[in-house]
Protein backbone atom coordinates (compact mmCIF):
# COMPACT_ATOMS: atom_id res chain seq x y z
CA UNK A 1 0.00 0.00 0.00
CA UNK A 2 1.19 3.29 -0.82
CA UNK A 3 1.34 6.55 1.47
CA UNK A 4 -2.00 8.63 0.79
CA UNK A 5 -0.78 12.03 -1.35
CA UNK A 6 -0.45 15.06 -0.10
CA UNK A 7 0.80 18.68 -1.22
CA UNK A 8 4.37 19.40 -0.23
CA UNK A 9 4.12 22.50 0.36
CA UNK A 10 1.35 25.56 1.25
CA UNK A 11 1.47 28.25 2.33
CA UNK A 12 -1.07 32.00 3.67
CA UNK A 13 -0.95 34.99 4.78
CA UNK A 14 -2.15 35.69 8.87
CA UNK A 15 -5.89 35.53 8.63
CA UNK A 16 -6.52 33.92 5.53
CA UNK A 17 -7.59 30.13 5.40
CA UNK A 18 -5.79 27.48 3.65
CA UNK A 19 -7.09 23.95 2.52
CA UNK A 20 -4.12 20.93 2.95
CA UNK A 21 -5.72 17.77 0.42
CA UNK A 22 -5.33 14.39 1.32
CA UNK A 23 -5.67 11.79 -1.33
CA UNK A 24 -5.62 8.01 -1.29
CA UNK A 25 -8.10 5.28 -2.87
CA UNK A 26 -11.29 3.83 -2.79
CA UNK A 27 -9.65 1.20 -0.08
CA UNK A 28 -8.24 3.42 2.50
CA UNK A 29 -9.85 7.15 2.35
CA UNK A 30 -12.83 6.90 0.00
CA UNK A 31 -13.76 3.65 1.87
CA UNK A 32 -13.98 4.70 5.93
CA UNK A 33 -14.63 8.11 7.66
CA UNK A 34 -11.17 7.25 9.78
CA UNK A 35 -9.05 9.94 8.52
CA UNK A 36 -7.18 12.14 11.54
CA UNK A 37 -4.76 14.90 10.59
CA UNK A 38 -1.56 15.44 12.86
CA UNK A 39 0.01 18.59 13.38
CA UNK A 40 3.62 18.64 14.04
CA UNK A 41 6.67 21.20 14.85
CA UNK A 42 10.27 20.76 14.35
CA UNK A 43 12.21 18.23 16.94
CA UNK A 44 8.44 17.60 18.25
CA UNK A 45 6.18 14.87 18.65
CA UNK A 46 3.22 14.94 16.70
CA UNK A 47 0.07 16.34 17.78
CA UNK A 48 -3.84 15.12 16.77
CA UNK A 49 -5.83 18.02 15.65
CA UNK A 50 -8.83 16.12 13.02
CA UNK A 51 -9.50 12.40 13.67
CA UNK A 52 -12.69 10.89 12.01
CA UNK A 53 -12.39 12.60 9.57
CA UNK A 54 -14.36 15.88 10.82
CA UNK A 55 -14.28 15.58 14.25
CA UNK A 56 -11.49 17.81 16.53
CA UNK A 57 -10.24 17.08 19.88
CA UNK A 58 -11.05 18.94 22.91
CA UNK A 59 -8.77 21.53 23.15
CA UNK A 60 -8.10 22.11 19.79
CA UNK A 61 -8.60 25.53 18.53
CA UNK A 62 -12.16 25.75 16.05
CA UNK A 63 -10.11 27.24 13.00
CA UNK A 64 -9.07 23.86 12.63
CA UNK A 65 -11.43 21.70 10.68
CA UNK A 66 -11.69 18.50 8.32
CA UNK A 67 -14.05 17.67 5.62
CA UNK A 68 -13.76 14.72 3.05
CA UNK A 69 -15.53 13.99 -0.18
CA UNK A 70 -14.85 10.78 -2.21
CA UNK A 71 -11.23 9.67 -2.19
CA UNK A 72 -10.23 12.80 -0.97
CA UNK A 73 -9.54 13.99 2.88
CA UNK A 74 -8.70 17.92 3.72
CA UNK A 75 -7.79 19.72 6.59
CA UNK A 76 -9.08 23.43 6.40
CA UNK A 77 -7.18 26.62 8.58
CA UNK A 78 -9.27 29.58 8.59
CA UNK A 79 -8.13 32.97 10.59
CA UNK A 80 -4.57 31.61 9.37
CA UNK A 81 -1.75 32.79 12.87
CA UNK A 82 1.81 32.86 12.75
CA UNK A 83 2.04 29.85 15.35
CA UNK A 84 0.21 27.47 12.55
CA UNK A 85 3.33 26.92 10.51
CA UNK A 86 4.19 23.47 11.01
CA UNK A 87 4.07 20.30 9.30
CA UNK A 88 1.13 18.30 8.98
CA UNK A 89 0.40 14.65 8.45
CA UNK A 90 -2.67 13.00 6.96
CA UNK A 91 -3.47 9.57 8.11
CA UNK A 92 -5.91 7.18 7.52
CA UNK A 93 -7.23 3.53 7.98
CA UNK A 94 -6.38 1.13 5.33
CA UNK A 95 -8.99 -1.17 5.66
CA UNK A 96 -6.23 -4.85 6.01
CA UNK A 97 -6.74 -7.70 8.67
CA UNK A 98 -3.15 -5.92 9.86
CA UNK A 99 -5.10 -3.12 11.58
CA UNK A 100 -3.00 -0.96 10.14
CA UNK A 101 -2.99 2.91 8.82
CA UNK A 102 -0.95 4.70 6.30
CA UNK A 103 0.02 8.40 6.41
CA UNK A 104 0.52 11.04 4.06
CA UNK A 105 3.78 12.28 3.11
CA UNK A 106 3.44 15.64 4.92
CA UNK A 107 3.15 19.46 4.13
CA UNK A 108 4.25 21.91 5.18
CA UNK A 109 2.46 24.69 5.69
CA UNK A 110 4.19 28.32 5.63
CA UNK A 111 2.41 31.48 7.43
CA UNK A 112 3.89 34.77 5.17
CA UNK B 1 -1.30 13.88 32.56
CA UNK B 2 -1.03 11.75 29.94
CA UNK B 3 2.64 11.14 29.48
CA UNK B 4 4.42 8.43 26.88
CA UNK B 5 8.69 9.12 27.54
CA UNK B 6 10.63 6.94 25.38
CA UNK B 7 13.70 5.58 26.04
CA UNK B 8 16.51 2.90 24.51
CA UNK B 9 17.77 4.67 21.27
CA UNK B 10 20.82 4.67 20.35
CA UNK B 11 23.69 4.20 17.85
CA UNK B 12 23.53 0.18 16.64
CA UNK B 13 25.34 -1.33 13.62
CA UNK B 14 24.04 -2.46 10.71
CA UNK B 15 22.66 -6.28 12.06
CA UNK B 16 22.51 -5.47 15.52
CA UNK B 17 19.98 -5.48 18.22
CA UNK B 18 17.96 -2.71 19.98
CA UNK B 19 14.95 -2.55 22.87
CA UNK B 20 12.93 0.70 23.11
CA UNK B 21 10.77 1.01 25.98
CA UNK B 22 7.77 3.52 26.76
CA UNK B 23 6.53 4.42 29.96
CA UNK B 24 3.24 5.09 30.03
CA UNK B 25 1.78 7.34 33.35
CA UNK B 26 -1.95 9.22 33.73
CA UNK B 27 -3.95 6.92 32.43
CA UNK B 28 -4.48 3.10 32.97
CA UNK B 29 -2.46 2.11 30.53
CA UNK B 30 -4.18 -1.88 30.36
CA UNK B 31 -7.01 -0.16 29.05
CA UNK B 32 -5.56 0.58 25.66
CA UNK B 33 -4.49 -0.49 22.54
CA UNK B 34 -0.60 0.95 21.83
CA UNK B 35 1.85 1.49 18.79
CA UNK B 36 5.02 2.69 17.56
CA UNK B 37 5.16 5.13 14.80
CA UNK B 38 8.43 6.13 13.36
CA UNK B 39 9.94 8.91 11.39
CA UNK B 40 12.75 8.97 9.28
CA UNK B 41 15.16 12.14 9.15
CA UNK B 42 13.43 14.62 7.17
CA UNK B 43 10.46 12.01 6.40
CA UNK B 44 7.10 11.72 7.11
CA UNK B 45 5.86 9.33 9.46
CA UNK B 46 5.24 5.73 9.06
CA UNK B 47 3.29 3.41 11.08
CA UNK B 48 5.46 0.09 12.69
CA UNK B 49 3.47 -1.75 14.76
CA UNK B 50 0.31 -2.38 17.16
CA UNK B 51 -0.63 -4.28 20.19
CA UNK B 52 -3.65 -5.06 22.05
CA UNK B 53 -4.56 -5.01 25.39
CA UNK B 54 -3.70 -8.50 26.39
CA UNK B 55 -0.73 -8.86 23.79
CA UNK B 56 -3.15 -11.13 21.98
CA UNK B 57 -3.02 -9.25 18.40
CA UNK B 58 0.53 -7.95 16.85
CA UNK B 59 0.70 -6.10 14.03
CA UNK B 60 3.57 -5.06 12.40
CA UNK B 61 4.50 -3.17 8.94
CA UNK B 62 5.46 -5.54 6.29
CA UNK B 63 8.91 -3.64 6.43
CA UNK B 64 9.87 -4.90 9.75
CA UNK B 65 7.89 -8.37 9.79
CA UNK B 66 10.12 -11.10 11.25
CA UNK B 67 12.36 -8.59 12.31
CA UNK B 68 10.43 -6.45 15.63
CA UNK B 69 8.41 -7.93 18.08
CA UNK B 70 6.24 -5.44 20.00
CA UNK B 71 5.40 -6.34 23.94
CA UNK B 72 3.90 -4.63 26.56
CA UNK B 73 4.47 -5.12 30.50
CA UNK B 74 1.11 -3.81 32.21
CA UNK B 75 2.18 -4.32 35.66
CA UNK B 76 5.08 -1.70 34.65
CA UNK B 77 2.91 0.48 32.51
CA UNK B 78 5.50 -0.01 29.66
CA UNK B 79 5.65 -0.71 26.02
CA UNK B 80 8.26 -2.08 24.58
CA UNK B 81 9.58 -2.65 20.79
CA UNK B 82 12.66 -5.50 20.40
CA UNK B 83 14.46 -4.73 17.31
CA UNK B 84 16.56 -6.86 15.41
CA UNK B 85 18.67 -7.11 11.91
CA UNK B 86 19.06 -3.60 11.89
CA UNK B 87 19.60 -1.86 8.64
CA UNK B 88 20.25 1.69 7.33
CA UNK B 89 16.91 1.84 6.68
CA UNK B 90 15.14 1.54 9.79
CA UNK B 91 17.21 4.46 11.09
CA UNK B 92 14.72 6.97 12.17
CA UNK B 93 12.91 8.57 15.73
CA UNK B 94 10.45 5.95 16.94
CA UNK B 95 7.35 7.54 18.64
CA UNK B 96 5.20 5.50 20.78
CA UNK B 97 1.40 6.53 20.60
CA UNK B 98 -1.56 6.05 22.85
CA UNK B 99 -4.99 5.02 20.43
CA UNK B 100 -7.92 5.53 21.88
CA UNK B 101 -10.30 3.65 20.50
CA UNK B 102 -9.15 0.96 18.36
CA UNK B 103 -12.37 1.53 16.13
CA UNK B 104 -11.41 4.92 15.77
CA UNK B 105 -7.66 4.42 14.30
CA UNK B 106 -5.85 7.21 15.81
CA UNK B 107 -3.29 8.59 17.90
CA UNK B 108 -4.87 10.51 21.10
CA UNK B 109 -0.93 10.76 22.82
CA UNK B 110 2.25 10.66 21.46
CA UNK B 111 5.80 10.39 23.20
CA UNK B 112 8.86 12.66 22.45
CA UNK B 113 10.45 9.82 20.41
CA UNK B 114 13.68 8.28 20.72
CA UNK B 115 16.43 8.39 17.82
CA UNK B 116 17.96 5.04 16.58
CA UNK B 117 20.35 5.36 14.14
CA UNK B 118 22.05 2.36 12.20
CA UNK B 119 25.16 2.77 10.92
CA UNK B 120 28.78 1.52 10.90
Known amino acids: QSALTQPASVSGSPGQSITISCTGT?????????VSWYQQYPGKAPKVMIY???KRPSGVSNRFSGSKSGNTASLTISGLQAEDEADYYCCSYAGSNTLNVLFGGGTKLTVL | DVQLVESGGGLVQPGGSLRLSCAASGFTFSRFWMSWVRQAPGKGLEWVAN????????YYVDSVKGRFTISRDNAQNSLYLQMSSLAAEDTAVYYCARVPIIQTRYFDYWGQGALVIVSS
Open chain 1, 52 to 54: EAT
Open chain 1, 26 to 34: SSDVGKYNL
Open chain 2, 51 to 58: INVDESEK
